[in-house]
């Protein structure tokens, strides 16, 4: 049966971010799990790679040299520099992606996502919070993969980065992953549904003749029959 409205048939660019230790990464992971319309960028970075990194699948990985020729040959939709490393979306594919329908999560940090709001400002923005920030702390520590010195930097940009929240559609506390999960989820599903995504309200030849037949009914204070 066909449907009432048509959408604009265009996916939707999705751009999350968090403070590092938010869990942004296991959220998504888990919309991904639920959500079979999504596609997500992998972006491109000049850090090290850790002992959980997946090459191509949690970053490409390439050296600074290498990310500041890509940076000339207009390869990034958007990049940044964060604790001392490059950081930067790829365009390739995500147009395509969108074009398809498909909606695109970038997971990316706050200075490229204010950076994508001024190029696609009808982009959905979710920034993904800790409970608390002795909580964000615990979970800075336990990951194990910086030094103290390290995590106190990553804490003190935590502070800084949570003040942007503002510039973002929606915020979702990641307490509980499955509950942020769906969270993030509903959010999606929402966008789906706004008014100005949809293209068309349209009626198909069964409807037209019902509407004509209760005008013709009404105008005539006739009994109606359908």
Sequence with gaps: ??????TKGKGNLIVISAPSGAGKGTVIDGVMKINNNLWLSVSMTSRNMRSNDIPGETYFFVSKE???ERIKEGVFLEYAIYNGNYYGTPKDKIQEKLDQGIDVILEIEIQGALKVKELVPDAIFIFI????????????????TDSKEKVLERFKTAYREINEVTKYNYVVINDEVEKAVSKVN???????????????????????EIHELLVDKDLDNDPIEI
């Design 1 to 6: 049966m066909d449907s009432i409205i048509r």
């Design 66 to 68: 290498e990310f500041e």
């Design 129 to 144: 919070l800790p409970p608390s920030m002795k909580e964000l702390r615990r979970r800075l520590v336990n990951r194990g």
């Design 186 to 208: 509903a959010i999606l599903l929402s966008e789906r549904c706004r008014v100005d995504r949809i293209e068309d309200v349209y009626l198909d030849n069964m409807e037209e």
